[in-house]
């Protein structure tokens, strides 16, 4: 895992409906943190699945400079898509094995080219198992959720 660490999370009140992301951003030397900033935001009319895939942009698109960062995502939807699925997608012209267009193509999108000037570790964690900074995301993305 490297030193610069961002928990992702997503959330929505419906889905479709109003949702909302949040991020928590760690430095860390060895064990010991020594750098943390939040991140949240939200939006009207969204699905849970947007949400996610907004919380790891909105981690890689917060960088200043090339790094290397462990983004840790409880959603299987972005770690498979990221690690896996897109590349058959975009060798595919944005269709799924199925010839369909993908779901959420403008945030796959962004979230290539966001990932692409670094160095990044993805790793998934079962969410609402009591993990603090997984908690901590979820908290955020509920309070950023439009209305609440």
Do not use: F
């Amino acid at each position: 895992m490297h030193d610069l660490i961002a928990y992702t999370d997503g959330a929505c009140s419906g889905n479709p409906g109003p949702g909302g992301w949040g991020v928590v951003m760690q430095a860390k030397t060895g064990d010991t943190v020594t750098k943390q900033r939040e991140l949240k935001g939200g939006a009207k009319e969204t699905t849970n699945n947007r949400m996610e895939l907004m919380a790891a942009i909105s981690a890689l698109e917060a960088l200043s400079r090339r790094s290397a960062i462990t983004i840790v995502t409880d959603s299987n939807y972005v770690k498979n898509g990221i690690t896996g699925w897109i590349y058959g997608w975009k060798k595919n012209g944005w269709k799924t094995a199925a010839k369909k267009p993908v779901k959420n193509e403008d945030l796959w999108r962004r979230l290539d080219a966001a990932r692409t000037p670094h160095d990044v570790d993805w790793r998934w964690i079962k969410g609402h198992t009591g993990h603090a900074e997984n908690e901590r995301c979820d908290e955020l993305a509920r309070m950023a959720i439009p209305g609440r």
